[in-house]
């Protein structure tokens, strides 16, 4: 049984995505934004830049421990409260982070940080699972989608801004207003929602599940940054892989009590948009390291001017709010996927085609473009995951759905990592001195691998997706 009592109705569930909203951005930021300040950090801290690494990689390990008990925690004390919890745990370990004074304190208080990280995106969407009427939900879920990649994507620009001109740790400083502003946001317009459950916490699942994901999202954004060798790389991905077995054998055994049952993927439309759409998120996961580089590299533009032309993709990614409605009523949600799926990838390819001459308007034109079809993609994906999942299994799913985002996300940055080394390799010289010849092969190949989801998005039921198109005053969504 649920319990949902709301404050809110009629045009007050809109605030509702809005608020999720704010610490996605947050959170989003936070996972991108280290990299342009670990130069200054290092000097402030009086530690070395590879050592400070182990802030970002910290961060990645707690949140991956903690995801897999989010859906649990959330049934048994009730989203909102779960909600607003991890916003606080966030907050307060930003605070926290910004006043630290040695690399010691900054790895202690990032894990704290992870530990809310790892609550609010699943318990986010499985608010707005519970909470949003139908008619609302391509709005609601553009909110949840369209925050989280721009964060991604501006991160780095907003970590150079901020270390520049400030001090790095105004990067923590900034998530505290927010951060209270989003809780008693929730507060007052976030419904209270709540399972009565009786079963008991599967310890062994957490740990070997927890263990499994930390193994390979810490292996994976290890590749290629030579803070750690590969040895050691290597035997973090396998203790992941041996982990995951581990967790297949003991949800064989009795899955009706597992902490994440592996019976879901069962359910077609899940499995097709989460596995079928690792492709798509692997490529939106290089993005953020991978546009940058090429524009510093390979089209001669300083730190700023190259974070300024990211951004394109956070202007395209609103953008997309103006027509993901429309579009998906006139022809389908499976359309808009197969044809903004193909156009994203065929667009990721062609940054590959940028020179120094390149006039940076066109650059910048074509981003923004290219973050509508990204956009377009991606919410469609978040629409459709949860549409044939039962109520009772839907904690559960947003927790798996969020484990393997954050996978599928950590190996784009891996995957592009591989290209560009193998591609300098090919060239003749170390993959430490990149040139620009080794970026145009990277993003053909990120972009044709791209293409490889639209194998499972053309399964796809064509009428998938159609109560989500109703009018908002369809009296049988009010009753």
Not at 49 to 58: C, G, P, R, Y
Not at 113 to 133: D, E, F, K, Y
Request: proline share 5%.
């Amino acid at each position: 049984m649920s319990s949902v009592t709301s404050p809110t109705n009629g045009s007050k569930f809109q605030l509702v995505p809005i608020i999720i909203a704010i610490p996605m951005f947050l959170q989003a930021v936070d996972t991108s934004v280290l990299g342009t300040a670990l130069p200054s950090m290092a000097i402030s801290l009086r530690t070395e830049i590879l050592h400070l690494n182990m802030a970002v990689t910290s961060y990645l390990l707690s949140l991956a421990v903690f995801l897999p008990a989010s859906g649990w925690i959330a049934d048994r004390c009730g989203a909102r409260r779960v909600f607003c919890w991890a916003i606080g745990t966030f907050s307060l370990a930003s605070a926290l982070c910004g006043m630290a004074t040695s690399l010691e304190q900054i790895v202690a208080f990032r894990i704290l940080q992870g530990l809310g990280g790892a609550m609010m995106m699943p318990v986010g969407r499985l608010i707005l699972l519970r909470s949003v009427p139908p008619a609302q939900m391509v709005a609601a879920m553009a909110w949840f989608t369209i925050p989280g990649a721009a964060g991604r994507v501006s991160g780095p620009l907003i970590g150079g801004i901020l270390a520049t001109f400030t001090s790095w740790r105004w990067i923590f400083f900034l998530n505290i207003p927010f951060g209270v502003l989003g809780i008693l946001l929730s507060l007052k317009f976030v419904p209270h929602i709540k399972e009565d459950v009786d079963e008991r916490f599967d310890i062994f699942g957490f740990v070997s599940m927890g263990l499994s994901l930390a193994g390979i999202v810490c292996g994976l954004e290890t590749i290629g940054r030579n803070f750690v060798s590969v040895s050691a790389t290597w035997a973090m991905i396998c203790v992941g892989l041996i982990s995951f077995l581990t967790y297949v054998i003991h949800n064989h055994r009795d899955e009706a009590k597992v902490i994440i049952p592996l019976g879901i993927f069962r359910i077609k439309t899940f499995s097709l948009m989460t596995l079928g759409g690792m492709p798509v998120r692997i490529a939106v996961g290089s993005a953020p390291i991978l546009v940058p580089l090429w524009m510093q590299i390979g089209c001669g533009m300083s730190p700023v001017e190259s974070g300024l032309m990211s951004a394109g993709l956070s202007f395209g990614l609103f953008g997309v709010r103006m027509v993901i409605e429309r579009s998906a009523k006139a022809f389908g949600f499976r359309s808009i996927m197969l044809a903004s799926t193909a156009l994203m990838g065929s667009m990721f390819a062609g940054y590959g085609l940028f020179t120094p001459r390149t006039p940076h308007p066109a650059i910048f034109i074509v981003f923004c473009i290219s973050g509508i079809f990204q956009s377009m993609t991606m919410i469609s994906i978040n629409t459709l995951t949860f549409t044939d999942v039962p109520k009772n299994f839907s904690s559960k799913a947003t927790a798996l759905s969020t484990m393997l985002q954050q996978v599928s996300m950590s190996f784009g940055v891996a995957f592009a990592s591989l290209c560009m080394t193998f591609t300098a390799r090919f060239h003749g010289h170390s993959p430490q001195n990149l040139v620009t010849a080794d970026f145009p092969p990277t993003f053909f190949i990120m972009g044709a691998f791209t293409l490889v989801s639209l194998f499972c998005f053309g399964r796809i039921d064509r009428k998938k997706g159609r109560e989500f198109m109703q009018t908002e005053h369809d009296p049988q969504i009010e009753k």
